[in-house]
């Protein structure tokens, strides 16, 4: 069985619009790779709280079923995360 952000990311990917989400989360993972430590811990946290907020924002606010769909299965992991970072020494 394919995970919903699969399903959801064929579709989106099969829409036209700037700058594609598989292509963002590449960089954003070229860049945390080449990171470690307080450096990374900094940059997770710098590019989740803009994430969660959105991810939020869009439960308030979409329309679309199956965005919301997908978004209310990723804020609880994605809030998980980002808590488990702000938690980490040196924070």
């Known amino acids: 069985m394919a995970h919903a952000s699969q399903k959801v990311g064929r579709t989106l990917r099969r829409q036209p619009g700037p700058g594609s ?15 470690s430590g ?11 709280r803009p994430s969660l907020h959105l991810i939020r924002t ?9 965005m919301l769909a997908y978004a209310a299965s990723i804020e609880p992991v994605v809030a998980t995360y980002l808590q488990m970072a702000q938690a980490l020494p040196g924070n």
């Open 21 to 35: 989400p598989p292509s963002a989360s590449r960089l954003l993972g070229n860049k945390l790779a080449t990171l």
């Open 58 to 66: 869009h439960l308030t606010f979409g329309q679309d079923a199956q």
């Open 38 to 48: 307080a450096a990374f811990d900094a940059e997770y946290k710098k590019v989740r």
